[in-house]
């Protein structure tokens, strides 16, 4: 994962493809978040009903996908619909 520093500096892009990723996070949750990734995680827990190594997971896996300077890296096709995960994929678990 990127580090924490490069993730508040490059919040709005960031905060832009998290909502893109996961809908249900609302620009106001995220501006309170400003970055903290524990925070983040907190959020997704609660919001999208995950537990927190599951949080944690996909937070690792989104922010992959991002160079050391916080940029989206071109050509990263990992983003698509079937590899989303929604609450919905751990029903099962809970």
Known sequence: MINEN???GQWKIIKGELQKKWGA???DELDKVQGNVKALEGLMQK????????AKSELNHFFDKFDSNGKKAKGDYRDT????M?????EDER
């Open 25 to 27: 996070l609302t620009n």
């Open 47 to 54: 919001k999208l009903g995950l537990k927190q190594d599951q």
């Open 6 to 8: 490069i993730i508040k």
């Open 86 to 90: 929604s609450s919905d994929d751990y």
């Open 81 to 84: 619909d079937d590899a989303d």
